[in-house]
C-alpha cells in the first residue's frame, strides 16, 4: 500500500472528500467492518418458535447449527410482535443453552444429606411405583354419606402454565384416569 | 403493562399515537405511568370502589350506550322478589348464612312466574348443606363449596328455572329491573366516596370519568387490561365483574377497540387454564363432577349445562371427550365411562393441597415447572408440606428453591427442620426446553402457536411430554403385570381391577419420534382436535355429536387440526394479510380474533359506526360479513326469533351476542355464578388499615379462609394490635425477572439486570422510619419476616385516605437464596385467606411493618415474628369474623 493509498483509506479523509460526509456510511466502514457476519449467517436452519415466557406470545426465529441452537431472535413475521422481543426473550439463547441447564438426573433418597446421581430408567421405574403406592394409600371409594368419589388423595401435581398444551392435555388425562384430583397450576397462584 | 408485557405494550403505544387516552392506575409509577397520559396512585385492594365510582358516574350523567344497553345487556331483565342488596342489608346480600358463612344464590334469580321445582330443589338441597355444616361445626369451605363456585365460569349458568318466562321491562323504570337495582347499588360510589375510599383526588377521578365516557360509544371504545393486580385478592372475581358491567354500559364488547384484556404472565397459562391442569376442570371448562350431584351422565349435563346458547350441547362436548380418554370402552351402555371421572367435595386448590401436605394426607407431589418454595403465598407453608411428603418429583431446568429445601431453606437455617429429619425423597429431573420441543402455546389473546422442535435435548433431559407419556405407560404395564399386582397389594380390597380399569383403558398409544422416541406432539393435537366416525379431523365444535360417534380431548379447540392440517403452526407474515390476521396461528374457538362479535353490529346487523365496522349482515348474500369469524351461526339472519321451546344455539335470537349465556345478555348482574354477590361491593382486604367506610361488613363476608394453625392474620382498623402493621404492602413483577425465578435468576444477562430483592418505599416513609436508600431493611408480618435493599423513590405515593396518610410498600417477588440473583422471597410474608370464587391468594394487599437494617438471623427470625404476634395480640381467632 502505497501512502496515497493509506491516506486515502483513513476513515475522516474519505468522509471529507467522498460522498458520505456525515461519516455514518461508507466512510466508517474498514477492512474490520468488511470481515464482519451475522453470527446467524451460517447457520444451518432457521426454526420457528415462540417466546417460552410471558403470554404476549412473541415470535421466534431459533438458529441452528451443527445441531445447537446458535442464536434466537424475534420473528418479523408475527402480527403481534413484528420482531420485537423483550429483555427476557432476548435472554433465551442463554436460558435454553447457558450454564444454568443440568442435564441429569439427581436423587435426595429419605433423610440423605447430598444429592445422588440415578439414571433416568431407574428414576421412571421408582416414581411409577411410588405413584402407584400412594394413588393407593389415598384411595376413596366414598365419602362418609356414601356417595362415590372413585379418588386418590394420595398425590398432587402443580404446573403447566409453562408446558405445552399437549403436554397439559397427557398429564390431565392420566392423573385423572389414575383418580387425582388436586391437579393444579399457576393460574390459580 | 410496559414493564411486564412490553412487547404487547408496543400496541397501546401505536394507540397512542393515533390519538388514545392512556390512563394508567397502579400504586407504583412504572414505566407504563411513565408513557401515560394520566397516572392514577391508588390505594391498594379497593379497585371495586374506583370502578363503581365510574359505574356511577356512567349512570348518573346517563353517559350509557342506550342502544347497546336495551338489546345486549340484562338491564331490563326484572329480577326476584327476595332479592335484597348490600344497600339494604349493609354490607351482605340476601340469603347469607352466617353460620356456614354462605349464600344460598336462589334469591338472586331472574323473576320468572311460578317457583320451579329445580329451584325448589336447590333451596331443599341448601338446607342439607347447612344443617350438614352446623353439625359439623360450621365446616363454612363445604357448605361453600357445595355452592360450586367453578361450575358457572364461563356462563354455563341457567339464570331462569324452567318453563319460566323471562321478565323484562323495556322502560328500564321496573324497580326490580336490573339498571334500577344498578342505580341503587352504585349511588353511594360518588366521587368523595373514591376519594375517601381510593385516596384519589376528586379531580384525577373526574378526569378518567370524562376520558372514558368520551371515547366510548358508537365511534370510539375504550379497553381496560388488567394482570393479577385485579385478580389476587380477596374480592378478586368481583374487581373482573366491576369492569365487566361498566364494559357492557358503555358497550365497548365484542367490538373492536374494546374488551378487558386478561394479561397473563405465562407463555401457557391461557392453555393450561383451557386444556386445564386446574382440580375444578375438564378441557374446555366442563366442571369436574361433584360427589354430591352428579351421580351420572344426565344429571351432570341437568346440572351443569344451560338450555340455551352454546352451553345448552353441553352432552355433546362432555361424550366427545370421553370418547377420546376412553376410546372403545366408552359406550352409551356405559354412560361413556362417566363414572371413570374422579369425583370433587370441596375446594381441592393449589393452597388446600399444601395443608393436606402438612397433615400428611397428600404423600406424592409433582412440580413441573413451579416453584411454590417462593412462588406461593406463605411459601413457608410450601415448604412445610413439601417437608412432610413421602416423594416429590421436581421438573425444570435448574436446582431451583422447591428441589433444594431439605439441604439450604429457610428452616434449616432457622433450626426448625434439620436435613436428617427429613423423610422427603426427591428426584430432580431436567426438563426440555421449548426450542427441544414440537408443541403449542396458548398465548393471552387465545391464540395457539406452535412451536417447532430446533434440536434434540442432551443427557437425561426430556420433555414433559416424553415424560407423561412413558410414565403412563409404565403405570399401565405394571398394573397390567400379576405378580407387580401381588407385590404390591393392589387387589388386597377386591376392588383393584375395578379400581385400575379406568388406567388400563385409556388410550395411550401415540406414534413416537426423534433420538427419545418421544410420543408426536402433533398426534396428541390431533386427539384434542377430535376425529369423526370415520376417524376424519373435525374442523369445527359445530360437528360434536351426543351418541359416541365423535371424539374431541377440548371442544373449543376443536379444529386447530382442521383438514389434518396444524393450524396453530400457520406462518403468513402479517404484511400479507389484513390487519385482523386471522392466518397467524389459530385462535379458539374457531379462529374467531373478537369474541362476542355479533355486538359489532347494532341489533339490525349494520354497524354502529363507520369507524368501529367489523361484521355485518349482508341482506343480499343473507349472511354475516368482515374480517372474522362470526360468533354464531353465519346464515342466522338478524331478525330470527326462536321457538319458546327452541333450545341449544338455536334458542337465542339474532339480536344476542353473548352466545354463552344461557339469555344471551351481557350480565350487568349476575343471578348465578359467583357464591359472593350478584353485583360487585367494596370490602376491604383481609388485612387493611382502614374500616369500610360504605358499610358494617368490613370484609368479603365468604372470603376462603385456610384451617386454623398454618397462617396467621392482622387485625385491622379499629382492632387492638392493627397500630403493630401500619403500613399496606403489594407484589409485582419486574422487566427482567420471571414469576418465582426458575426462568431468569439463573441467568447472568437477567440477573445483571436485575441483581438483587429490593422494596420501593417514598422519601416520607423513608425519614418516618429511617430507611436509607441502597441500605436493608426488614419487612415483617405475622408469617414472616424479610429483609431487602431499600429503594427510596418518589415513584411510591403517599396517599390521604380517611384523613389519614398511607403508605404503600411495592416488593418484586421474583426472588429465592438459590441462583445468581438472591434474595428473600416476598411470598415469605403473603396470607392465604383466598378469593371464594377462585380461590387465588390476596398477594396483591397485606399490612406489614417495617424497619431498617437486616432480618435476624438463625432461631432470632422467628423470634422477631413472635415477638410481633405478642405486641399485636394476634391469635388463632384474629381476622377470622366475618
Known amino acids: 500500500m502505497g501512502i496515497g493509498d493509506w491516506v486515502s483509506s483513513w476513515p475522516v479523509y474519505r468522509q471529507l472528500t467522498g460522498a458520505d460526509r456525515t461519516g455514518r456510511?461508507?466512510?466508517?466502514?474498514?477492512?474490520?467492518?468488511?470481515?464482519?457476519?451475522?453470527r446467524v449467517a451460517d447457520a444451518d436452519k432457521v426454526v420457528k418458535s415462540i417466546c417460552p415466557y410471558c403470554a404476549v406470545g412473541c415470535g421466534q426465529n431459533v438458529y441452528v447449527r451443527d445441531g445447537k441452537v446458535t442464536q434466537v431472535e424475534g420473528d418479523p413475521d408475527s402480527p403481534i410482535s413484528r420482531g420485537r422481543l423483550c429483555p427476557k426473550g432476548s435472554a433465551t439463547l442463554q436460558l435454553t443453552t447457558g450454564p444454568n441447564r443440568l442435564d441429569t438426573v439427581l436423587y435426595r433418597r429419605p433423610h440423605g444429606t447430598e444429592w445422588e446421581h440415578l439414571d433416568l430408567d431407574t428414576a421412571m421405574d421408582m416414581i411409577a411405583d411410588r405413584v402407584i403406592a400412594a394413588r393407593l394409600t389415598g384411595w376413596e371409594w366414598e365419602d362418609d354419606q356414601g356417595r362415590p368419589l372413585r379418588r386418590t388423595m394420595g398425590f398432587a401435581s402443580l404446573g403447566g402454565a409453562t408446558l405445552d398444551n399437549e403436554?397439559?392435555?397427557?398429564?390431565?388425562?392420566l392423573f385423572t384416569a389414575l383418580g387425582a384430583i388436586q391437579i393444579e397450576n399457576q393460574a390459580r397462584i | 403493562m410496559a414493564e411486564c408485557h412490553p412487547v404487547g405494550f408496543q400496541w397501546v403505544m401505536a394507540a397512542k399515537a393515533r390519538g388514545a387516552a392512556v390512563i394508567h392506575v397502579d400504586p407504583r409509577f412504572t414505566r407504563t405511568s411513565a408513557l401515560a397520559d394520566v397516572h392514577v396512585p391508588i390505594r391498594v385492594g379497593t379497585d371495586i370502589a374506583f370502578l363503581g365510582g365510574i359505574v356511577n358516574y356512567v349512570l348518573t350523567h346517563e353517559k350509557y350506550f342506550r342502544e347497546y344497553v336495551l338489546a345486549y345487556t340484562n338491564a331490563s331483565t326484572i329480577i326476584c322478589e327476595n332479592f335484597k342488596d348490600t344497600e339494604d342489608l349493609d354490607g351482605v346480600f340476601s340469603g347469607l348464612d352466617p353460620q356456614a358463612r354462605a349464600y344460598d344464590f336462589s334469591n338472586w334469580r331472574y323473576e320468572g312466574g311460578d317457583v320451579p321445582a329445580a329451584a325448589g330443589e336447590q333451596d331443599q338441597e341448601y338446607e342439607e348443606r347447612v344443617d350438614h355444616a352446623e353439625a359439623q361445626e360450621v365446616d363454612h369451605a363445604e357448605a361453600q363449596e357445595a355452592a360450586r363456585p367453578e361450575v358457572h365460569g364461563s356462563g354455563g349458568a341457567e339464570?331462569?328455572?324452567?318453563?319460566?318466562?323471562?321478565?323484562?321491562?323495556?322502560?328500564?323504570?321496573?324497580?326490580?329491573?336490573?339498571?334500577?337495582?344498578?342505580?341503587?347499588?352504585?349511588a353511594r360510589y360518588t366521587?368523595?366516596?373514591?376519594?375517601?375510599?381510593?385516596?384519589?383526588?376528586?379531580?384525577?377521578?373526574?378526569?378518567?370519568?370524562?376520558l372514558i365516557t368520551e371515547n366510548s360509544g358508537r365511534d370510539r371504545t375504550t379497553s381496560f387490561a388488567y394482570a393479577v393486580g385485579w385478580t389476587q385478592h380477596t374480592?378478586?372475581?368481583?374487581?373482573?365483574?366491576?369492569?365487566?358491567?361498566?364494559?357492557?354500559?358503555?358497550?365497548?364488547?365484542?367490538r373492536p377497540g374494546g374488551g378487558i384484556l386478561a394479561l397473563r404472565g405465562h407463555a401457557s397459562i391461557q392453555g393450561s387454564t383451557d386444556i386445564p391442569t386446574l382440580y375444578n376442570l375438564l378441557p374446555g371448562y366442563i366442571p369436574m363432577p361433584h360427589a354430591h350431584q352428579n351421580e351420572d351422565l344426565d344429571a351432570f349435563v341437568e346440572a351443569e349445562g344451560a338450555r340455551k346458547g352454546y352451553w345448552g350441547n353441553m352432552r355433546a362436548y362432555v361424550v366427545s371427550l370421553l370418547k377420546a380418554w376412553w376410546g372403545d370402552a366408552a359406550t352409551a351402555d356405559n354412560d361413556f365411562c362417566f363414572d371413570y371421572l374422579p369425583r370433587l367435595t370441596g375446594d381441592h386448590g393449589t393452597y388446600q393441597t399444601a395443608q393436606a401436605q402438612v397433615e400428611g394426607t397428600c404423600k406424592g407431589y409433582f412440580l413441573l415447572g413451579e416453584n411454590p418454595a417462593v412462588g406461593s403465598a406463605n411459601a413457608r407453608l410450601q415448604r412445610f408440606g413439601m417437608a412432610n411428603l413421602d416423594w416429590l418429583v421436581v421438573r425444570d431446568f435448574s436446582l431451583i428453591e422447591s428441589a433444594t429445601w431439605w439441604k439450604d431453606g429457610p428452616e434449616i437455617e432457622t433450626g426448625e427442620l434439620r436435613t436428617e429429619d427429613i423423610r422427603t425423597e426427591v428426584f430432580f429431573l431436567p426438563a426440555a426446553a421449548h426450542t427441544e420441543k414440537s408443541g403449542s402455546f396458548t398465548n393471552t389473546q387465545r391464540l395457539l402457536q406452535w412451536h417447532r422442535q430446533a434440536v434434540e435435548p442432551r443427557g437425561d433431559t426430556r420433555s414433559d411430554l416424553w415424560f407423561a407419556y412413558y410414565l403412563g405407560r409404565l403405570i399401565r404395564d405394571k398394573l397390567s403385570d400379576p405378580a407387580h399386582r401381588a407385590r404390591m397389594g393392589l387387589d388386597a380390597d377386591g376392588r383393584g381391577i375395578e379400581r385400575d380399569r379406568p388406567v388400563l383403558d385409556l388410550t395411550w398409544d401415540y406414534p413416537t419420534e426423534g433420538g427419545y422416541d418421544d410420543p408426536d406432539a402433533e398426534a396428541v393435537l390431533a386427539e384434542i382436535n377430535g376425529f369423526d366416525a370415520h376417524g376424519h379431523p373435525l374442523s369445527g365444535y359445530t360437528q360434536l355429536k351426543d351418541d359416541g360417534s365423535t371424539s374431541c380431548g377440548c371442544w373449543i379447540y376443536c379444529g386447530v387440526y382442521a383438514d389434518g392440517v396444524n393450524q396453530a403452526d400457520r406462518r403468513k407474515p402479517y404484511t400479507e394479510q389484513d390487519w385482523v390476521a386471522a392466518e397467524w396461528a389459530w385462535a379458539w374457538p374457531l379462529n374467531r380474533r373478537i369474541l362476542y362479535n355479533r355486538a359489532s353490529a347494532d341489533p339490525e346487523g349494520r354497524p354502529w359506526s363507520e369507524r368501529k365496522a367489523y361484521l355485518e349482515w349482508d341482506p343480499e348474500r343473507r349472511k354475516w360479513v368482515g374480517?372474522?369469524?362470526?360468533?354464531?351461526?353465519?346464515?342466522?339472519?338478524?331478525?330470527?326469533?326462536?321457538?319458546p321451546d327452541a333450545t341449544g344455539p338455536e334458542g337465542l335470537s339474532g339480536k344476542d351476542p353473548f352466545v354463552m349465556q344461557s339469555d344471551g345478555k351481557a350480565w350487568l348482574y349476575a343471578p348465578v355464578g359467583l357464591v359472593d354477590g350478584p353485583l360487585p361491593t367494596h370490602y376491604e382486604p383481609q388485612e387493611s388499615p382502614f374500616t369500610n367506610p360504605l358499610y358494617g361488613q368490613q370484609r368479603n363476608p365468604v372470603r376462603n379462609m385456610p384451617k386454623p394453625g398454618?397462617?396467621?392474620?392482622?387485625?385491622?382498623?379499629?382492632?387492638?394490635?392493627?397500630e403493630v402493621f401500619p403500613y399496606l404492602a403489594t407484589t409485582y413483577r419486574l422487566t427482567e425477572h420471571h414469576t418465582a425465578g426458575g426462568m431468569s435468576r439463573w441467568l447472568p444477562y437477567l440477573s445483571e439486570l436485575q441483581p438483587e430483592f429490593f422494596?420501593?418505599?417514598?422519601?416520607?416513609?423513608?425519614?418516618?422510619?429511617?430507611?436509607?436508600?441502597?441500605?436493608?431493611?426488614?419487612?415483617?408480618?405475622?408469617?414472616?419476616?424479610?429483609?431487602?435493599?431499600?429503594?427510596?423513590?418518589?415513584?411510591?405515593?403517599?396517599?390521604?385516605?380517611?384523613?389519614?396518610?398511607?403508605?404503600?410498600?411495592?416488593?418484586p417477588y421474583h426472588w429465592g437464596p438459590n441462583g445468581y440473583s438472591t434474595g428473600d422471597a416476598a411470598n415469605e410474608l403473603l396470607h392465604i385467606a383466598l378469593d371464594p370464587n377462585v380461590h387465588i391468594q390476596e398477594s396483591k394487599v397485606l399490612t406489614c411493618d417495617i424497619r431498617p437494617g437486616r432480618r435476624p438471623r438463625g432461631p432470632a427470625l422467628r423470634e422477631l415474628v413472635n415477638e410481633y404476634r405478642r405486641r399485636a395480640g394476634i391469635t388463632e381467632e384474629t381476622g377470622r369474623q366475618m
Open chain 2, 159 to 186: 339464570a331462569l328455572a324452567e318453563g319460566a318466562r323471562l321478565q323484562t321491562d323495556e322502560t328500564l323504570q321496573h324497580p326490580r329491573c336490573v339498571f334500577q337495582i344498578l342505580k341503587r347499588h352504585f
Open chain 2, 627 to 643: 374480517p372474522d369469524v362470526p360468533d354464531f351461526d353465519e346464515h342466522m339472519p338478524p331478525d330470527y326469533e326462536p321457538h
Open chain 1, 167 to 173: 403436554e397439559n392435555y397427557l398429564f390431565k388425562k
Open chain 2, 235 to 254: 374480592v378478586g372475581a368481583q374487581y373482573i365483574r366491576t369492569a365487566s358491567i361498566l364494559q357492557a354500559l358503555l358497550g365497548n364488547i365484542g
Open chain 2, 759 to 811: 422494596c420501593e418505599v417514598s422519601p416520607e416513609l423513608a425519614r418516618e422510619r429511617g430507611l436509607e436508600h441502597l441500605g436493608w431493611a426488614t419487612i415483617v408480618s405475622a408469617r414472616s419476616a424479610i429483609e431487602a435493599r431499600v429503594l427510596v423513590t418518589e415513584r411510591m405515593t403517599p396517599l390521604d385516605v380517611q384523613g389519614r396518610r398511607v403508605h404503600q410498600i411495592g416488593l
Open chain 1, 25 to 38: 456510511g461508507a466512510a466508517a466502514r474498514s477492512a474490520r467492518t468488511e470481515r464482519l457476519r451475522p
Open chain 2, 710 to 722: 398454618g397462617d396467621f392474620f392482622h387485625p385491622s382498623d379499629g382492632e387492638p394490635g392493627a
Open chain 2, 191 to 210: 366521587p368523595e366516596t373514591v376519594e375517601e375510599i381510593c385516596g384519589i383526588p376528586r379531580d384525577t377521578f373526574l378526569r378518567v370519568c370524562e
